[in-house]
């Protein structure tokens, strides 16, 4: 009595032909698409999905509120209109916690022109000083 086994292969590797592929794999190459008959929908592939961008009837996340931008602008460049924009950006915030998204896009919106309206004034008031000095000086 011999007790000569039938030659074992590789856990995982079968009596295939060559040709043949395993259980549930293809003979397609990865990037290789057939062509499909005006009948015929797209198959799907196990595993393959497709992401759709947000649309607006989807609930987007927290609207930008322009917190530091309006304090920002308040504290460096023009402080009235940073002020009504940091009153703004406060009102964005709490629309945004209470869920309220048409009441913080308004104020994030108010609050962002507000911001680049202080930005705008505080530039031009310090381009304002920096000619009246170089006038005063050479003059």
Do not use: W
């Amino acid at each position: 009595m011999s007790n000569q086994q039938p030659s074992q292969q590789p856990y995982g590797m079968s009596n295939q032909q060559p040709n043949q592929q395993p259980y549930g794999m293809s003979n397609k190459q990865p990037n290789q698409q057939q062509p499909l008959s005006k009948d015929q929908e797209q198959p799907e592939e196990p595993g393959i999905f497709t992401v759709e961008p947000a649309g607006q009837n989807q609930k987007s996340g927290p609207v930008n509120d322009y917190f530091g931008y309006s304090i920002f602008t308040m504290v460096c460049c023009c402080l009235p209109m940073g002020i009504v924009a940091l009153i703004n950006a406060i009102d964005t915030r709490k629309a945004n916690a209470s869920g309220d998204g048409e009441k913080a896009k308004k104020s994030s919106r108010r609050a962002r022109i507000m911001s680049h309206g202080a930005l705008g004034t505080g530039i031009g008031i310090y381009v304002l000083i920096a000619i009246i000095v170089l006038i005063v000086q050479f003059v």
